[in-house]
């Protein structure tokens, strides 16, 4: 059974940085790639970055461009979500997942192409 775990979410002040990891299972982190979603209350679960299994490429929604950067740690089987000058706008809970049917150069920014969903962890930035 595909299962990731979500960790680093907590409240900032705007302007200030957090790290998420994304754990999984040496399993499901070899040959997937790995996307992080993110969902506002009253609002459809967006994609925020993927990477592909073999770290390049990259890709992210156009609205965290430049601010969040997506990396992944073989060693650990840990994917990580690097965001700076968070706004209050990036307030959601934040969701990773697998992706092991797509091509090895494709990020699916679709949420119903992955699997593997965890719990989720919050982040909340103030104004």
């Known amino acids: 059974q595909v299962q990731l775990v979500e960790s680093g979410g907590g409240l900032v002040e705007a302007g200030g940085s957090l790290r998420l990891s994304c754990a999984a299972s040496?399993?499901?982190?070899?040959?997937?790639?790995i996307g992080w979603f993110r969902q506002a209350p009253g609002r459809e679960r967006e994609f925020v970055a993927g990477?592909?299994?073999?770290?390049?490429?990259?890709d992210y929604a156009d609205s965290v461009k430049g601010r969040f950067t997506i990396s992944r740690d073989d060693a650990t089987n840990t994917v990580y979500l690097q965001m700076d000058s968070l706004e209050p706008e990036d307030t959601a809970m934040y969701y990773c997942?697998?992706?092991?049917?797509?091509?090895?150069?494709?990020?699916?920014?679709?949420?119903?192409?992955?699997?593997?969903w965890g719990q989720g962890t919050q982040v909340t930035v103030s104004s």
């Open positions: 040496p399993r499901t982190f070899s040959l997937s790639n």
């Open positions: 997942a697998s992706d092991r049917l797509a091509p090895p150069t494709v990020i699916r920014t679709t949420h119903y192409a992955y699997e593997g």
């Open positions: 990477i592909t299994w073999r770290s390049i490429p990259t």
